[in-house]
């Protein structure tokens, strides 16, 4: 939003939730080659975003093309908390999910609240994200 350019990396095509990326820490005025952008670590772990409406309206672009190396598909968290407007917090309903099938685990314990949320991301709320730090999802856990 700040006129700023952010680079992510394409990893993955998910049949339900479409395309999934890896944000680098990388932010500059848009000159990066690819290796710097590829070179930068992570800025969090990768998330599905809806990209082919913001490359198609040129908001967003390719810069090049690398291979996915070392991939490991993340796993994600996910709880009907959210669809409840119960209070956060007290969710006792969370399941994870590893791109195959989801896993019932009840409480979720303190180490797996780093995982990210099973959503897609809009192209601008994902901007955003990156340009303030700050996930609003982690302020429902």
């Known amino acids: 939003p700040d006129g700023r350019t952010g680079y992510c990396q394409y990893l993955f095509r998910h049949p339900l939730y479409g395309m999934l990326v890896e944000v680098k820490s990388l932010i500059d005025g848009g000159e990066a080659a690819v290796e710097a952008a ?3 670590p992570p800025l969090f772990p990768p998330v599905f975003v809806g990209l082919l409406a913001p490359v198609r309206m040129g908001l967003w672009r390719q810069i090049g093309r690398a291979p996915v ?3 490991r598909f ?4 996910l709880t009907n908390g959210l669809a ?15 791109g195959i099938g989801y896993r019932f ?3 979720l314990p303190a ?4 995982l990210e949320f099973l959503v897609v991301w809009g192209s601008d ?4 994200r990156i340009a303030s730090g700050v996930n609003f ?5």
Request: glycine share 8%; charged share 30%.
């Open 38 to 40: 590829l070179a930068s």
């Open 105 to 107: 685990i009840g409480e």
């Open 137 to 141: 999802y982690d302020g429902m856990v």
């Open 69 to 71: 190396e070392n991939f």
């Open 125 to 128: 709320l994902l901007e955003e």
């Open 74 to 77: 993340p796993r994600f968290r």
């Open 84 to 98: 409840h407007n119960d209070e956060p917090g007290v969710w006792a309903d969370w399941s994870l999910w590893d």
């Open 111 to 114: 180490e797996l609240r780093a």
